[in-house]
C-alpha cells in the first residue's frame, strides 16, 4: 500500500491499525465540517470588527495601538510552529523502529513551545494596549479588536492543551488508532488557526498601520 | 456602594428570596403574579412527582443504562419528541394566556401584567422554536434517517447524545427561569439595546442568551452529525440520487444547521460580552450599533426557519407517496428545489429588517430574492399535487394533515410574498399580519409535518399503530383551531394592530381577538386529543400491534425490518440498485428481507455517561452564570473540559452483539413475519393490519 | 523500504516549499505596508491579494488539499463554506455601510 495514496485529505497514516478507513474518513471529515463552522464564526468576527473599524468614539485608533514589529513576531512564531506539526505529522506516519515516539514528541514539544511563545507575544501586546487604555470598554472598535484577536489567542490555548494531551496519550498509549486519529485531527485545527492567523495580521494589523 | 461580600453573596450570587414567584405573589397578590407563582408551583410539583414516581418503581437503573447514556439514534431520537411534547404543552398553555388576555383587555387593563405579558411571549416563542420545533425535527430525523439509509447509527453516536443533553440542559434553564427569577422582556430575537444592561439589568436576558446558546450549539453539533452520516454512511449502492427525499432535506436541514448557527452564536455571545464585560458591541454610546445585533440575528434567523420547514417538506414528500400508492412525482425536481431553497435562504434575511433604513436598492434586492425562494417551494407543491393525480388516495392520519399542509401553507406562502413587497411591509410589519404569516408557515408547514411524521413513523418505533379515531379528532382541532386563532389576526394585522400588545383601546377589534382567543382553546383541544390518543393507543396495542413492520406498505428501507426495529438496525446492511428499493423489492420476490447467507457478530458502542454530564454541567455554568455563583460557574466549566479530555482517555467503548444472538433476533422476527396475514391498503388501519402489506405481483 | 523513504523525503520537501512560500508571502505583506510604495488603497488590495494566496498554500501545502479524488467531499466543503461566508461577509458590509452613510 503506497503511503502517499491519500484516501482523504489530512488522513496522512500509512496504515490505519484497528480502526478501519471508512471510520477514519468519517473521523476527518466531521472534523473538517466543525472547522468550516468555526470558520464562518470567525468570519463574522471579521465582518463585525470591519463594520466597527471606524468606531473608535474619539479613543484610541488602529495606527495609535498597533505595533508592526509585535505582529510580525507573532506571525513568524505561528508559522514555524504549523511547520513543526508538519513534521510532527511526517514523523507520525513513517515507522522508524526505536526513534518513532521520541522524534513526534519532540516536534510536538516544539510546536506547543512555539504556540505558548505566541500566546505570550500576544498576551504582551494586549497588556500594552491595556496600559494605554485601549481597553475593549472603551469604544465599539476596541470591542471588537477584543472580541476577534483573544478568540483566536483562546484557539490556540486550547490547541497547547490538546497538544500536552496528546503529548500524554503517545506515552500512555503509544500509536494506537484513536490517538492517530486525534494527532490528525489536531493538526487540522492548527493548521487552521494558522490560517486564521493569515487573515488577522492582514485584515487586522496590516489595515490598522496603513494609513 | 462597596461592601464586603457576605458568605450568602458568595454561594448564591444575586439570588435572593425575591427572586422566586412565590414570594413576589404573597408580596403582591395580583392575578399575574398569583399566574406566575401557580406556573411556578407546577413546574416544581411535576418534577417532585416525577423523581417520586420513578423512584416508586424502581426505574432509575432501568431509565439511566437503557436511556439517559444510551448512544443508540432510536433512543436519542424518541428522547427529543419527547422533550418537544412537554415543551409544547407549556408553550401552547402561554399562548392560551396571551390570547385570553388579549380578547379580555379590550378597554382594560385585562388580568396579565404588561411585565408579565412580555416575559410570556418572549418564552413562547424562544420556546416554540429552540425548545419545540428544533428538538422534534432533531428526534425524527435521528429515528429516521439512518433506517432510511441502510446505516447501523448515525456517524457520531457520542456526540448525539451530547448535543441531545445539551437541549435538555437549556431546556431546564428554561423550565428554571419560571422557578428562580424571570425570564427576558425582549421576545424571542432578544434586541439590544432593550436587552443591554442599561436598560434590562435582571436575569432575564442572561437566561435567554444562555438558553438559546447551548441549544444553539447543540444544534450545530447536530446538524454535523447528520451531514457525515449522510455523506459517508449510506449503504453500498445508494447513490445520492437514490436516497429517499427524507433523506436529501435532512442534508440540506443539516447544512443549514452547521452555516446558520455559528451567526446566533455569535450574537449572542457579542450581547453577553455587552452585558457582562462592559464591551460596546450594541450599547447606545461609544461606537455600539444595534444594526449590527440586527444583521447578525437574522443571518441566523432565516436560514433557520428553513431548518424548520425542510424536514417537514422531506416529511411530506414521504407521506404523500406512500398514501397516494404512487411513485413520488418529480425526484429530481424536488431534490433541485430542496438544494435551491437551502442556498438561497442564506440571500434574504434583510427582509425581517426592511423598515430599519437601508436605502430602497438594497431592500429591493433582498425583497427580490424572497420572492425568488417562493419557486422552488411552488415547484414542491405542484409535485406532491401531481403525486397525488391518479393515485389510490388513502385518508390516513398522515395524508389528512399533508392535505391540510397543501391548502393552508400556501396561503402564508402567498401573505410572505406580500411581506416580500418592501412598500408594503412598512405598512404591516410588526403587526398581526407578520404573527399571522409566520404562524400560517409554521402550523400547517412545521407542525402538521411534524404531527404527520408522528403518526406514519410511531408504529415503526413502537411496534402498534396510534389510534386512527381519535388521530382524526386532533386534527380537526388542529385545522380549525389554526383557521380560527390566525385568520383573524391578518384582517387586524391590515387594520393596523401592532404585535405584542398587552392592551387594546378600540372596541371593533374586540370579536376578532375573541375568535382568535377561541381558536387557540380549539388548539389546545388538539393537544389534548393527541394526549388522549396516545393512552387509548397504549391501552390498545395488541389490537393496534404491526410487528411485521410495514403497516403502510412502505417504500423506503426503514419499513423492511421489525417494528420496534433491533437495536442494530440491519442484521445485514442491504446492497440497493435504485430508489424505493423495498417496494421494488416486494413486487419482485421481497429481496429487501430476504434472510442472510451468514450472520456476523455487530459492533455497537457502549452506553456513555458524557453526554449526561456534559450536558448538565453546561446548564449549571450557564445558570451559575446567570446568577453571578462565581464558583459554580468556575466548577462546571471544569467539569466539562475534564470530562472531554477524560473521554478521550477511553478505550473500551464498544461492545459486540454476538452473531447467535443477531440470529435470534431475527429468527424470532421472521417467524412473526411468515405467520402474518398480508392485508391490502383497504384493511390498513384495521386491527387485521399485523405490518404486513399485501402485494398485487 | 526505499519507496517509503522517498515518500517521506517528498513529504518533508513539500512542507518545507509551503513554508517558504508563506514566509514569502508575509514578508511581502510586511514589507508593503512598512515601505509604502504604493498608494493605501492599492496597498490594502495587495495585502488582501497575498493573504487569499497564502491561504491557498496553507490549504494545498500543510492541509493537502487538492483537485484529486481523495479531497473532493472536502473540496465541496471548503467551497460551499467559502460561498457562505462570502455572501454573509459581503451582505453585512454593503448592509452597515448603507445604514452608516444613511445616517450622516
Known sequence: ?211 | MTTAPDPWHLLLGRLDLQSLPFVRAWQNPTASELISAAAAAMVVLAAVAVIVLVTLLGKWRYLWTEWFTSLDHKKIGIMYVILAAVMLTRALVEALLMRAQQAVAVGNAGFIAPDHFAQLFSTHGSIMIFFMAMPILTGIINYVMPLQIGARDVAFPLLNSISLWLTIGAAALMMASLVVGRFSTGGWSGYPPFTELSYSPDVGPDYWIWAVSLGSIGSTLTGLNFAVTIYKKRAPGMTFMRMPLFCWTSLCTAALMIFAMPPLTVATALLALDRYLAFHFFTNDLGGNMMNYANLFWLFGHPEVYILILPAFGVYSEVVATFSTKKLYGYTSLVIATAAIGALSFTVWLHHFFTMGQSADINGFFGIATMIIAIPTGVKIYDWIWTMFLGSIRFTVPMLYSIAFMMTFVIGGMSGIMLAMPPLDFLVHNTLFLVAHFHNMLIPGLLYGMLAGYHYWFPKAFGFRLDERWGKIAFACWVLGFYLAFMPLYVLGVAGVARRTQAFFEPALRPWLIVAGAGALVLLCGLMSLFVQLRVSIRDRRRLAVPVGDPWDGRGLEWAIASPPPEYNFAMIPSIEGRDPFFDGKRQGDSCRRAPARYEDICLPKESATGVVLGLAAAAASFAIVWHIGWLAILGTLIVVGTVIARSFARDIYRIVSAVEVERIDLRWRRALSEARAVPRELETSGLNRGLAEVAR | ?104
Open chain 1, 1 to 211: 500500500m503506497s503511503a502517499n495514496e491519500l484516501r482523504h485529505v489530512g488522513l496522512n497514516l500509512a496504515d490505519y491499525g484497528e480502526i478501519t478507513q471508512p471510520e477514519a474518513e468519517s473521523a476527518i471529515f466531521g472534523f473538517w465540517v466543525f472547522l468550516m463552522s468555526d470558520a464562518v464564526l470567525f468570519a463574522l468576527l471579521f465582518a463585525t470588527y470591519g463594520t466597527m473599524l471606524q468606531a473608535t468614539a474619539s479613543g484610541p485608533t488602529p495606527a495609535s495601538e498597533y505595533k508592526i514589529g509585535s505582529a510580525l513576531a507573532e506571525t513568524l512564531v505561528l508559522l514555524t510552529s504549523s511547520f513543526s506539526f508538519g513534521m510532527a505529522s511526517i514523523a507520525m506516519k513513517y515507522p522508524s523502529p526505536g526513534a518513532q515516539q521520541p522524534r513526534l514528541l519532540g516536534w510536538m514539544a516544539v510546536t506547543l513551545a512555539l504556540g505558548m511563545l505566541f500566546m505570550g507575544l500576544e498576551f504582551h501586546d494586549f497588556l500594552g494596549m491595556v496600559k494605554d487604555g485601549a481597553l475593549a470598554t472603551r469604544s465599539g472598535f476596541l470591542s471588537a479588536f477584543f472580541a476577534l484577536v483573544p478568540l483566536h489567542g483562546l484557539h490556540v490555548l486550547a490547541g497547547c492543551v490538546w497538544l500536552i494531551v496528546m503529548m500524554v496519550q503517545v506515552v500512555h498509549f503509544h500509536l494506537d488508532a484513536r490517538v492517530r486519529i486525534n494527532i490528525l485531527r489536531l493538526g487540522l485545527f492548527w493548521h487552521f488557526l494558522d490560517v486564521v492567523w493569515v487573515a488577522i495580521f492582514s485584515v487586522v494589523y496590516l489595515q490598522g498601520l496603513i494609513h
Open chain 3, 1 to 104: 523500504m526505499t519507496n517509503l523513504a522517498d515518500e517521506r523525503k517528498s513529504e518533508v520537501r513539500a512542507y518545507i516549499a509551503g513554508f517558504s512560500s508563506a514566509l514569502l508571502l508575509s514578508a511581502a505583506s510586511f514589507g508593503l505596508v512598512w515601505w509604502r510604495p504604493f498608494s493605501p488603497a492599492t496597498t490594502l488590495a495587495l495585502v488582501f491579494g497575498l493573504a487569499l494566496i497564502q491561504m491557498i498554500v496553507h490549504f494545498r501545502f500543510f492541509l493537502h488539499i487538492s483537485f484529486s479524488r481523495s479531497s473532493r467531499d472536502d473540496l465541496q466543503l471548503i467551497l460551499f463554506a467559502a460561498l457562505i461566508m462570502a455572501l454573509m461577509v459581503s451582505g453585512t458590509l454593503v448592509i452597515l455601510f448603507n445604514l452608516r452613510t444613511r445616517m450622516m
